[in-house]
């Protein structure tokens, strides 16, 4: 085995370590797990995002249907939807069925929410990877792409929502699947498995294929030589890849809302169930008159104020909540100020900038309440890819890499924050709107720690009664840390292969 696949070996090993020492849960939710539905803060259930889809799960496993029971719709609320008496989860079923399988083996041996969950978590992981290839395809040695790969996990909210059952990091996975598809020949195999990610993209959450549009077309383009009159027709593979996630979208919705071109979302939010809501008290306050007509959540005028609490913010500021972005940004202007003929910095400039405006112009760029920009995790993604490219060429220079450590410690430590303790942080108006205000920043989980709480499974069954929570974070973020430095070293110091 030589040192590159046994550094590849010992990134692998540190974050199954990382993501097991902060997997979520108590005593309670443990000796409970196949009935366990407390949605405090710190607990599996924390946000609706998780309940919501779990439920759906449940369902398709108890009861063979897409339908929940009402007490199922409560627990998933306020993300359910109602229509003609029947109860449903307000988001896109596509996670929901992909975790079916990992409900059924968490079943056999009795712990079905922690099954169901540890698909993220092996999302995540192969996500680590995924964005290693993707940087080593741009020029990267293996090496530093490592350090790309772990870095987007482990020094951003990804590492907070790899512990949820949420469609961040499937979103991720079929985005950096298709830039490194694109980046191949035009098989038949090729365009039915892009065709197949694809799909299965949009059957996760109804922004996705939008985000992917920009490589989505460019790999069409690719089957067209008008120049020479050419088609290649293989181009088909990809329209069959999706066809059949249409097909089950559609009957979907058939045996939900009552017709397959009518899904959830359109529906709305039902308000059978009496639960406050994470949308700002100010987007609550004024009466909205509806005209005549279809009503999309996205909204030109929110745009700029949606790119400040996107990028900048407190609340959700990407550059605030991973700083190390700072670096991947700086490396993506300076690959696209190169006019390579390679078109992927393209795409990725594209695709980060759909993410961005999609979710700027959002009625809730906030997400609710989540911990960072949890809808910019795939542009997290991206644009990690370049923090390796742009390192390899400067990180020799002493200012350079003295800036990196210092951003990548920063990000570092609130990732870990979040993992370990809790991605329900409210947006400002929601927190100043509580009978009691709480923090709106990470100074709330801060104060978790400094209750002497953590939301880690771990560190609730075996450590709680040994040493403060306080003490296991600093633990787990020396072993962060520790990778960090690591992988760090032996980037500097490798040739370029």
Sequence with gaps: MNHLKRLSLLTFILSLILLFASIKGDANSFSRNSSFTDASTGSPFESSSSSSRYVLTQALFKSRSFLLTRDQAKFASPDVAEHNGKYFTLFMPGISFMGLPFYILGSIVGLPQLGTFSLNFWLAIINVFLVAALAKRLGASWSWSLLGGFLFLFGSNAWAYALTYSQHHLAVFATISLLLISTHSLTVKNNLLFGIIFGIALLADFPNPIILSPIAVYQLSRHFH?????????????????????????????????????????????????????????????????????????????????????????????????????????????????????????????????????????????????????????????????????????????????????????????????????????????????????????????????????????????????????????????LALITFVTLTGFAVNSKRV
């Design 226 to 478: 008008f120049h020479r009159n050419k088609i290649n027709w293989s181009w088909l593979f990809m329209g069959a890849g999706v066809l059949p996630f249409l097909v089950i979208f559609a009957y979907y919705n058939l045996k939900t809302t009552g017709s397959p071109l009518l899904s959830a979302q359109f529906v709305g939010r039902s308000k059978e169930f009496n639960v406050a809501t994470s949308v700002p008290a100010e987007t609550k306050s004024v009466p909205e008159v509806r005209s005549p007509g279809l009503h999309l959540p996205l909204k030109s005028r929110s745009l700029i104020r949606g790119f400040s609490i996107l990028i900048f913010s407190d609340e959700r500021g990407w550059i605030y909540y991973s700083p190390m972005v700072l670096v991947g940004i700086i490396g993506l202007v300076l690959t696209l100020k190169k006019n390579s003929s390679n078109p992927v910095p393209n795409l990725i400039f594209a695709a980060i900038c759909f993410n961005l405006l999609i979710y700027a112009m959002f009625g809730d760029p906030w997400g609710g309440w989540s911990f960072g920009p949890r809808y910019l995790i795939p542009a997290t993604a991206m644009i990690s890819v370049f923090i390796p490219v742009f390192m390899q060429k400067y990180g020799k220079n002493v200012l350079v890499m003295s800036g990196f450590l210092v951003a990548c410690v920063l990000s570092i430590r609130l990732a870990t924050l979040a993992a370990l303790t809790t991605a329900h942080v409210p947006p400002k108006q929601g927190a100043e709107a509580l009978p009691v205000p709480i923090p709106h920043t990470p100074k709330l989980n801060s104060n978790f720690l400094a209750a002497n709480k953590s939301s880690s499974l771990i560190y609730n069954l075996s450590f709680k009664n040994q040493m403060p929570a306080n003490t296991y974070y600093k633990l787990v973020f020396a």
